[in-house]
């Protein structure tokens, strides 16, 4: 009975505008409950802490702030809460797991962060700062085994020189940290860096090395053992801000991407430009910006562009010509991405999600740029998202997803992407669920019900377009339970995507679980999908059938999958 009815709504096809329901009189016996359960402006029981909107909810341990914080980030804040307040939140529940287990802190760091679960790593990079500025000495040397596994390219190395900058001085500890990412690479690694991540975030690497204090006789040597002739070159360049041909002896050999860059920089010949591209195969940020609007330039760069950089540059390469119908280079982006090199790139489903918001957009977030986009790439770009998250297997269970259509899910930002909001992150990951598990249903809930028209044929495009138009109301966690009990419904799983902001009701989400369970005689299983970074969450730690899930983890859908059907987790 339950399978049948959950699958016929995978397959309805609903109006454009669904009614909407709200629970009231004709749910007479849920009256019997009423004075035995406090509404969500009151706490259910001892456990519960007030939230940012007025009610009620549990308190996510700190260690799941702490995965919430690496995952989803804070910029952009919330609906209710600043950017600024729910940083403060999220900086001093790390320093908790920090002064309990600095060591597990650091390793947690490490695993999101090289797994390519967040989309952004610099939380990573924040926690990683807080860990060397308030850890014990464990904790310290943790961070100097991880350091160079978190902080991979030059980017990385800049922002977390900034956090910590700001966190503390710059001792011998310090120095020896930041030397190690210099001295632990070989030659061609340390120039590709230093050549393609030359500032950012307000720091060059001249500046972080005078930090080290390299002008004092050289003082940074001494924690750069092992340094030859060719790593001190691609440094001191750097500091000196010379030409770096003429800098040096003739017995001082050159790396040949570096004095490849010293030629690219010169030259005025369009065919000398791709001919150096092609043998050094430099990235677009080495490439001198006169060059940057030529479509063969773009074409060299494309051979050996990685996914990531691909991705970026959609635009760029569809505006100056390169990208269109029926040209060659359309196959070579949509060959790069493909299944297996999507996973193998770690790119992240919201970097991919952000370029096709962007892309079909035909214009950028940020300048001028316009360009038409290619259907083809578009639809390539769609495909990929599913691509970026793990191998998931059907729990085969019947799954009722609610997605918080509240006004606090329309406001802030998700991993401090730009233009995407809560409500749509939360449709892009219900279409995950609906194209791997065979019965489904997906409905929108403020302090009403209502079917959503997403199914698993949809786009992600479309399924943002239907969550975007719903009224902002108040937000009701219970509603989806309670709606099951009212149409009698054969759930196995509710997976509710939501910032945990619920207040607008008389019956608790926990109540209604149980309610739930009592009038159906089924064991029904609640996960809660955070998708803001605070510290609230209506799933009661106490209760083996609910869980916290951190939204847009890749690792979200196979392991929520892993929860519907028992299996170990």
Known sequence: MGRSIVLSLKNTQYAPYPPLFKLGVIMSYLRKYSPLHPNQQQPLDEQQIENSAGGYAYPVSIWTNLDRFLILGTEGGSYYAQEQDLTKENVDSVKKCIAEDGV??????REISVSGRAPKNDPALYALALAFTHGNTATKQKVNEVFCDVARIGTHLFNFVAFLDGMRGWGRSVRRLIGEWYRTKDDAALTYQV?????????RH????????????????RWMKGLDTDKRVVQRGTIDGTQISTTYD??????ALLSGYEELKHTTKRADVIKLIETHEFTHEMVPNAWKNETDVWAALLENMPVMATVRNLGKMTQVGLLKPFASEVQTVLERLTADIIRRSLIHPIQILMALITYRSGKGVRGSLTWEPVP???DALDAAFYMAFENIEPSEKNTLLALDVSGSMGRGVVAGCNGLTPRNASAAMALVTARTEPNYGIFGFSDKFVNLPIAAEDNLTSAIEKVSGLPMRRTDCALPMLYAIENKLDVDIFIIYTDNETWYSDIHPKTALDMYRQESGRAAKCAVVGMVANKFSIADPKDTGMMDFVGFDTATPTVLSDFAKDADI
Do not use: F
Request: net charge positive.
């Open 250 to 255: 003739a017995t001082d050999a050159l790396p």
């Open 376 to 378: 083809q790439i578009v």
């Open 195 to 203: 050549l393609k991540y030359q500032s950012r975030n307000g720091w």
């Open 104 to 109: 597990k802190v650091v390793e947690r760091i």
């Open 206 to 221: 001249a500046d972080v090395l005078a930090k080290c204090h390299y002008g004092e006789n050289r003082g940074i040597y």
